[in-house]
């Protein structure tokens, strides 16, 4: 979150500013729900499909827990 409020705070590239400030508002809009999805799943065991060769799609799940931060960085790519 902050480096995305840095590049829409800076003034030197207006082009930048103006791609980031929309994401830095989502960001900021919904901090306190993306860190609850973050601090649910901490401390628990996690299936990510083996150990060596994790399953792709597992794995992905495990490490992208948050439904609202992976919209609003989906968002930001399109």
Do not use: C, H
């Not at 900021?28 to 060769?53: C, M, R, S, T």
Request: hydrophobic residues 40%; aromatic residues 8%; glycine residues 6%.
């Amino acid at each position: 979150m902050y480096w995305a409020q840095a590049l829409a705070e800076q003034t030197e590239d207006k082009e930048l500013q103006a791609r980031f400030a929309p994401l830095a508002r989502a960001l900021a809009e919904n901090e306190q729900k993306i860190l609850g999805e973050f601090k649910a799943v901490q401390g628990k065991p996690a299936d990510i499909g083996g150990y060596y060769l994790p399953d792709p799609a597992k794995a992905e799940a495990i490490m992208r827990p948050s439904p609202t931060f992976n919209k609003i960085m989906s968002s930001a790519q399109a």
